[in-house]
């Protein structure tokens, strides 16, 4: 297994991880960015390459999923989630936007609007309750803090979504591959595509 990260501090907690797992040899834990097209050319092909809401945040998602995708041998599989793009879009490209060049006081507020708006805002008082209760019980169930999580939804950027139809479109005529299953689901929309003996990875359309 090969696990690879272009940001540090990712790749120290997966080390992290690997070492709490008795710091098996089959594990290999490496620092890069999958637009790299040198360092990608150095990864052995794998039989499943995965990358769950990653893709759309490097600033180019068609060549981060061409290069992903390359990694994949006949026979492999391919499986990714990546964010859809619907009406709403634009809107959350600008809010990502201006909370990245916000300053700290700003982006606290905007935290805070955010969470108001998306949980407390209700004129129902269970549904106040409930959504209490999912936020001191948010580190328990997803395993991460509250409002780390809110800060990387709204600091997210680069963020490219794209339609299922982009996707499977540019995955099977463009790279070759077979959709296997599309699963929709709350932003992110998870593929699974597979390549066939013979079938080679092209290059990213214009």
């Known amino acids: 297994m090969v696990s690879l990260d272009v940001d540090s501090f990712s790749v120290r907690a997966t080390k992290w991880v690997r070492e709490r797992a008795g710091s098996p040899l089959a594990w290999e834990v490496h620092e890069g960015s999958i637009l790299d097209p040198e360092f990608v050319s150095h990864l052995e092909p794998a039989d499943i390459v995965y990358s769950w809401g990653v893709l759309h945040h490097t ?6 999923i061409r290069h992903a995708a390359g990694r994949v041998p006949p026979g492999g599989l391919f499986y990714i989630a990546l964010y859809e793009k ?3 879009s634009p809107y959350w490209i600008d809010v990502k936007q201006r909370y990245n060049r916000a300053s ?3 982006k606290r507020f905007m935290e805070l609007g955010y969470v108001y708006r998306t949980f407390l805002r209700t004129k129902s008082p269970a549904i106040f309750l409930r959504n209490l209760r999912y936020i001191r019980d948010y580190r328990a169930s997803r395993g ?4 780390t999580d809110i800060r990387d939804w709204l600091g997210g950027w680069p963020y490219e ?3 299922p139809a982009e996707v499977t479109g540019f995955c099977e005529g463009t790279l070759g591959l077979k959709t296997v299953k599309v699963r929709t689901g709350e932003a992110n929309v998870e593929y699974l595509f597979a390549r066939g ?7 990213t359309p214009r």
Request: aromatic share 8%.
């Open 59 to 64: 600033g180019n998602l068609w060549e981060a």
């Open 86 to 88: 619907t009406p709403e």
């Open 104 to 106: 700290a006081p700003c």
């Open 144 to 147: 991460m803090a509250f409002r």
């Open 161 to 163: 979504p794209a339609t």
């Open 197 to 203: 003996n013979g079938i080679s990875a092209g290059s």
